[in-house]
């Protein structure tokens, strides 16, 4: 029952410590389209995020890309959060084969997989873009394996693939789970 | 069990690099080019507390590796359909306990930082994803700890319902 206390505090410290940087985040890019003045110099300088003329440099609508697909990774990591949030309560009540369980923490780990595929493909986007654009300056062949290599080494890194580990992890978590459960049915049912 | 091969795979996978980097880090030592995270100086600068928190960091990172090594072991019971085996059980267990070392240590050595700094006359108000990844490398160990006592209810139900006639 201790365990499951201090798991449900760090889960809770983990859960609203991020609900409250998106929410900083979010009156901090208000503040800065429609008050920029009343910021700090350094950071009121950051108002030209929303500079029509960004759009029209040479990467277009795509500089936008990586910080857009962060904001989505941090708003769906919240939501797995909330999903483990919620079985952790059921773990509160020595409640551990329930079917919410089991559909959290199967919602949860998928969450945490589709972060991880999510952050693979929009990094391969963005290296492949970076090294046709680097080429077409440079205007040199490049060796097809060092091209290979680089964007192999830009696009899977270890904050993705922990990702999936652990969206495999409550998966299977999930699936044991279930596994228990018809087994206390089995029993329970037995005379 | 296609899920089961794919966590089997990605956990080797990260097991074998993670090997590969620590191995790296000791061939990196001697060369004085080192440099940690928390203090932007080469080695010959460092002071007591920077070579606390670097053996705090290695320590870490070695539960880390062990924790991981748990886990492969527990992927690969899964992957042979064993699910309420005492072995995954004690491998889950272990791999908890060492994800929860894991974490706690680098928890102290973002306070060992942060009071470093406050003596340093170098304090800064930073918000960075380190403190998050501790809670989350802990919260993950909490997991597996509370799976392993799940598993340790759901094989004694299978005793029992094994023995039923």
Known sequence: ???????????????????????????F?????????????P???????????????PFGWKIYLVPLSTVINYVLLIIAMFFLKKSVSSFLNSDFYSKNVIRNL??????????????????????????????????????????????LVATIDLKSIISIIIGLFFLLFGKIFENSRILKQENDLTI | MKTNKL????????FVSQLVYILGIFFIIPTGVLKINKHNSPVQEWSFVHWIILIFSIISYICFILALFQL????????????????????????????????TISFSIIVISFFNR???????????????????????????????????????????????I
């Open chain 1, 1 to 27: 029952m201790k365990t499951i206390q201090i798991l449900r505090t760090l889960i809770n410290i983990l859960f609203y410590t991020l609900i409250a940087v998106f929410i900083t985040g979010i009156i």
């Open chain 1, 29 to 41: 890019f208000i503040l800065l389209f429609f008050f920029p003045e009343l910021l700090p110099t």
């Open chain 2, 72 to 103: 492969r072991k527990v992927a690969g019971h899964l992957l042979k359909n064993k699910y309420f085996t005492t072995s995954i059980i004690n491998s889950l267990k272990k791999s908890g306990n060492e994800f929860i070392y894991s974490g």
């Open chain 2, 7 to 14: 966590f089997k795979i990605l956990i080797d996978g990260l």
């Open chain 1, 106 to 151: 199967k919602k949860g780990g998928n969450i945490f997989i589709f972060i991880g595929v999510y952050s693979i493909i929009i990094q391969l986007f963005a290296a492949l873009y970076i090294q046709n654009l680097a080429s077409n300056m440079v205007q040199m062949k490049t060796n097809f394996l060092i091209t290979l290599s680089n964007i």
């Open chain 2, 118 to 164: 406050l003596f340093d006359k170098t304090f800064q108000l930073t918000f960075d994803s380190d403190l998050m990844v501790c809670l989350f490398i802990t919260s993950i160990g909490l997991f597996l700890l509370i799976q392993s006592k799940a598993m340790l209810s759901a094989k004694e139900i299978k005793q029992e319902n094994d023995l039923t």
């Open chain 1, 43 to 57: 950071l009121g300088s950051f108002s030209m995020i929303f500079n029509q003329m960004l759009f029209n440099q």
